[in-house]
């Protein structure tokens, strides 16, 4: 990578740089919590100290009802690819909005969405739809049951996978509930029923030898085995090529179906993430950058276990509704946008992802912090770690770490710039080299003014030791 590309800009943040002003955000959530159980609607929202209520989006950018400005690295958790208000997108549901929002008949635009998908990814032949990512996972795990007439499933620990009871299981596990050797099956909340936990075979990431021993004893009763590649909420840590053969051999030696969960990253590359890391699934789960920005979730796959929903004959073996499955809102955004989504795109957008890893990695090593980024393609994850983890134990932020994080976080934020805490960050198709520049630029700012930076860090890493 030439210099340039990795140049901080100098300019400062986009707003003070000292202290929000978050008036009106402040009103809106007061009257929220009237209403809505905590004030807000998504788990996911974060409090800085209140939710940031937006007004309105151009390019890369995101405004709230107080007037600040902020470059967005959340981009609606990595859906807003083309970032919150996309221009071809909006026009085209313009004009739908004139013939109707929802019928209890298909159109025209739900064969062209799902032939997109079909054209791409060389694993999809079917396609169905459905409104969000957790109905794409479930009506895929549905979907390996009904074809393989088993009902236990294996899922990776600490990967979500949307709400799900099944895939839930052990998806915000703890060094508490974790366990000495295999992982155990934690619940993900009080009263999560005995029966899940007992249906779910949670495996260590990574860990070839003691996944397959875990697959192998549990052979006879998994209807699939579901992962993400890069699972974000693990860390955004990738799967290893070896682990990746594991899989496929146990899954073919088995008869159990592998399915990629690629809602989120899909977005990795063209023709989706199991196919630039060579994972060969036998279904796929989509979401989010698929529907152009409304909600939508598609399972696609080979015609053979798409056949399950195939209702064409009589009664299918796994029937799947839903008033507004494939409804032409989202048919129309979601192909528009897939329109501008060309190799060419993936290209730009891949090299902003690359240039911030590699910024931060300097800016790591000129602050000398424990600090690295994670991930791959427009899609990063900071750690307050020397070396980026390989499994989700050794990426689980512990206590200490989480608070840095969320002061990282707000001082970003004031300075203009939101990441989320917690989880992934990702860059947009509008964004340009100089917006990665005063991003990293920002980052480093952020972490020359945090007070004992360094000895923090060190604390938190021994705080994972301990
Ligand atoms: N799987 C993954 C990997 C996800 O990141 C998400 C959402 N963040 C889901 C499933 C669930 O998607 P949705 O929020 O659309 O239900």
Redesign the pocket.
């Known amino acids: 990578m030439s210099d340039s590309t990795l140049q901080e800009t100098a300019k400062p943040g986009h707003n003070s740089g000292t202290t929000l002003t978050l008036d009106q955000s402040h009103k809106n959530y007061e009257t929220a919590q009237s209403v809505l159980p905590g004030g807000t609607t998504r788990a ?1 929202i974060k409090r800085t100290p209140v939710p940031i209520y937006m007004s309105h989006s151009e390019g890369a950018y995101l405004h709230d009802v107080d007037g600040n400005r902020y470059l967005d690295f959340v981009g609606n ?3 807003a690819i083309h970032g919150s208000l996309f221009p071809p997108v909006a026009e085209a549901l313009k004009r739908q909005l004139d013939l109707g929002t929802c019928y209890a008949n298909p159109t025209e635009w739900e064969i062209k969405l799902a032939g997109v998908l079909a054209d791409r990814i060389p694993a999809v032949d079917k396609v169905r739809f459905m409104n ?6 479930l009506f895929a795990v549905k979907a390996a049951r009904a074809y393989t007439g088993k009902s236990a499933i294996a899922k990776l620990e600490g ?5 799900y009871d099944w ?1 839930e299981v052990s998806e915000s596990s703890t060094p508490e509930n974790w366990g000495e050797g295999d992982p155990v099956s934690t619940p993900y909340y009080e009263g999560m029923p005995r029966s899940v936990l007992e249906d779910t075979v949670v495996l260590p990431v990574n860990d070839v030898e003691n996944s397959r021993r875990i697959l192998e004893a549990n052979a006879d009763r998994l209807a699939c085995i579901i992962v ?1 590649i890069m ?3 693990a860390g955004l840590i990738r799967l290893r090529p070896d682990y990746i053969g594991m899989l496929h051999e146990v899954t073919k030696a088995h008869g159990i179906v592998l399915i990629s ?5 899909f977005r990795y590359s063209y023709h989706g993430i199991s196919h630039a890391f060579g994972l060969k699934p036998d279904l796929i ?1 989509f ?2 950058v698929i529907g152009g920005g409304l ?3 598609a399972v696609g796959g080979s015609n053979e276990v798409m056949s399950v929903f195939d209702s064409s004959q009589g009664a299918p073996k796994l029937k799947q509704g839903g008033t507004f499955a494939a409804n032409p809102l989202s048919m129309v955004a979601g192909y528009t946008s897939m329109q501008y989504l060309t190799p060419e795109v993936f290209d730009h957008l891949n090299a902003l992802g690359d240039q911030v890893r590699t910024g931060i990695a300097m800016i790591a090593r000129d602050l000398d912090l424990q600090l690295c980024a994670s991930g791959g393609g427009s899609i990063f994850r900071l750690h307050l770690l020397a070396e980026e983890p390989t499994g989700y134990r050794a990426a689980w932020t512990p206590p200490k770490a989480e608070t840095l994080m969320k002061e990282i976080a707000s001082g970003l934020l004031t300075r203009g710039y939101m990441i989320p805490s917690d989880s992934s960050a990702c860059c947009s198709v509008p964004m340009t080299d100089d917006d990665i520049g005063s991003f990293l630029s920002a980052l480093r700012d952020v972490l020359t003014n945090m007070p004992d930076a360094k000895a923090r860090i060190e604390a938190s890493v021994a705080e994972r030791a301990t």
């Open positions: 996911t958790y990595t859906a969000s990512g957790t109905e794409a996972i990967a979500y996978h949307g709400g895939v993400d699972p974000s909420r969960d690629e809602v989120l990253n789960s979401g989010k909600p939508i979730g």
